[in-house]
């Protein structure tokens, strides 16, 4: 219990810096922030009565002192509430995270557990199977890795969708098509999908697999594999119930962070093949000058990936005993 109050009252702290920081952004703008957020409202639309009030709330800009208006602020953030967006006046912003967050997070979730699992898989075979075929293709694998991200989505785009025109050219599904739960609409989604999680999968598999190989390799030196295998375990039982167990232990914990950078989505990616992830629609606020939006998605980011270490620490305190214990 005491582990899981240290990490807790740690990511509490960090969640409240975030939380500050955030406050404090707004207040960088030069002008009035909450004027020109107004003004190009009125280009779309009348603002209503009562907005000018919410947006200096949630941007920490309201009336009375500093501590008054950081009140105001945590409030509207426990609401969720943050405004309308001025690119989409009058939609709300948190309608727009909340139409747009599911595209991502099914994307870049989905793809990220592939990479993963299949990465893990074969650099546990390739540790295993020493130089053999599958430790050849570990260099290959690694070159994708360090390919830049974007020029990747690119190349693939243009041959799979230019060229060959196998997969579309961009979004997340045909235009023509209401979104709903018809098979139509599913169908099309899935096969928007596949090439930009295909990029995302080539781009993280050499990771996972490498660093599962040379762990592996690693502790098949022990001693308790050795013995293991004096005692005439079968190859198979030896590597997935002792060896791979205990080589997973820090790519388990390497996952569970980029878990947390699921909900930041592949911006690049989203960016190159136009798909309506949040990563997109931050690109769509930073260059409409759209603050309340990007303050939200920035928030939403900052709190998901604070979660996903705080799970990943007590999930590994569990998995690894001695990390609970105090220094």
């Known amino acids: 219990m005491r582990y899981i109050a240290r990490r807790l009252g740690f990511y509490l ?13 707004p207040r960088l703008i030069p002008g009035n922030p909450i004027e020109l957020i107004l003004s190009r409202m009125s280009q779309t639309g009348t603002p209503p009565p009562n907005e000018a009030a919410s947006l200096q709330a949630m941007l920490g800009l309201g009336s009375g002192n500093i501590f008054i208006q950081y009140w105001h602020y945590l409030t509207s953030v426990v609401q ?4 309308a967006s001025i690119t989409d006046f009058p939609i709300s912003v948190a309608s727009i995270i909340s139409s747009t967050l599911p595209w991502t997070v099914i994307l870049v979730g989905v793809s990220t557990v592939l990479a993963f ?9 390739a540790g295993w199977h020493r130089s053999k075929w599958l430790d050849a293709i570990i260099p290959s694998t690694t070159f994708l890795t360090a390919i830049p991200y974007f020029w990747l989505a690119l190349l693939l ?4 969708a230019v060229i060959w025109h196998f997969f579309p050219l961009n979004g997340g599904f045909n235009p023509a098509l209401n979104i709903g739960w018809s098979w139509s609409f599913i169908s099309s989604a899935i096969w928007h999908s596949l090439l930009p999680g295909l990029t995302i999968v080539l781009a993280q598999i050499g990771g996972w697999l490498l660093g599962m190989r040379n762990q592996t390799v690693t502790t098949l030196s022990d001693d308790y594999i050795v013995a293991a295998q004096a005692k005439g375990l079968r190859s198979r039982r030896v590597l997935i119930g002792y060896a791979a167990r205990n080589a997973i232990l820090p790519s388990f914990t ?70 609970r214990q105090a220094r």
Do not use: C, K
Request: net charge negative.
């Open 13 to 25: 702290l960090a969640a409240w810096g975030a939380l500050t920081v955030n406050f404090f952004l």
């Open 80 to 83: 969720l509430h943050f405004g």
């Open 117 to 125: 699992t299949i990465g893990i898989v074969l650099g546990a075979l």
């Open 157 to 160: 785009l243009y041959l799979f």
């Open 254 to 323: 390497g996952f569970a962070i980029s878990l947390g950078f699921v909900v930041s989505g592949s911006i690049l990616t989203e960016i190159v093949f136009s798909y309506p992830g949040i990563g997109y629609e931050l690109l769509q606020a930073v260059q409409n000058e759209d603050y309340p939006l990007m303050q939200g998605i920035f928030l939403v980011i900052t709190m998901s990936v604070l979660l996903a270490n705080l799970l990943a620490d007590l999930l590994y305190g569990f998995v690894d005993p001695r990390t």
